[in-house]
T-cell receptor
Framework: DTGVSQDPRHKITKRGQNVTFRCDPI?????LYWYRQTLGQGPEFLTY????????KSRLLSDRFSAERPKGSFSTLEIQRTEQGDSAMYLC?????????????FGPGTRLTVL | KNEVEQSPQNLTAQEGEFITINCSYS?????LHWLQQHPGGGIVSLFM?????KKHGRLIATINIQEKHSSLHITASHPRDSAVYIC???????????WGAGTKLIIKP
């Protein structure tokens, strides 16, 4: 399977704990995006990488959230001191920036439940 | 007013019916995505359109750039088509998709 993969698929944690999610994009894709989706809502943009550079962070991404893409391939999203409001589906997408608009391909998501 | 509007919000139809979901946007775009999301979360890209029409199996997507409107059609609908269908606009010189609220489609056998 050469699609976008995310790990883990589900995570249940207690409030105050730290969690880390991983996204492996399609191998030749240079752009990587993180989104968050709460129940009944559309995805919300969190952050975006072009290669290893984090070019944009949404205001939604508080100081407790950090994302990295150290070698321009896989990315990690860490949430420190989780809160119940962090419970959501965290989606990763990747794309290749060539000529014209690029299609974003989505991973299956990581569903986070904070108890 | 949202920059991307979808209609209807909910649609229930019988198996075999022809389905149309509409998407209107108010910003200048370089492309528009149609995506499908099944219960449980996974999002699948169906189409990316810049102009005209695309077809894949029983799915057809059209876009009218002048009217800032796109439609997703499903022919010979089947219960496995039941999902949320989302349109998302990619503005000019930007990478942040602007998402519609989604259309929840239920196809009854």
């Amino acid at each position: 399977d050469t699609g976008v993969s995310q790990d883990p698929r589900h995570k249940i944690t207690k409030r105050g704990q730290n969690v880390t999610f991983r996204c492996d994009p399609i191998s030749e894709h240079n752009r990587l995006y993180w989104y968050r989706q709460t129940l009944g809502q559309g995805p919300e943009f969190l952050t975006y990488f072009q290669n290893e550079a984090q070019l944009e962070k949404s205001r939604l991404l508080s100081d407790r959230f950090s994302a990295e893409r150290p070698k321009g391939s896989f990315s990690t999203l860490e949430i420190q001191r989780t809160e119940q409001g962090d419970s959501a589906m965290y989606l990763c997408a990747s794309s290749f920036s060539g000529r014209g608009a690029d299609t974003q391909y989505f991973g299956p998501g990581t569903r986070l439940t904070v108890l | 007013k949202n920059e991307v509007e979808q209609s209807p919000q909910n649609l229930t139809a019988q198996e075999g019916e022809f389905i149309t979901i509409n998407c209107s946007y108010s910003v200048g775009i370089s492309a528009l995505h149609w995506l499908q999301q099944h219960p449980g979360g996974g999002i699948v890209s169906l189409f990316m359109l810049s102009s005209g029409k695309k077809k894949h199996g029983r799915l057809i997507a059209t876009i009218n750039i002048q009217e800032k409107h796109s439609s997703l059609h499903i022919t010979a609908s089947h219960p496995r088509d039941s999902a949320v269908y989302i349109c998302a606009a990619l503005p000019h010189s930007n990478y942040q998709l602007i998402w519609g609220a989604g259309t929840k489609l239920i196809i009854k056998p």
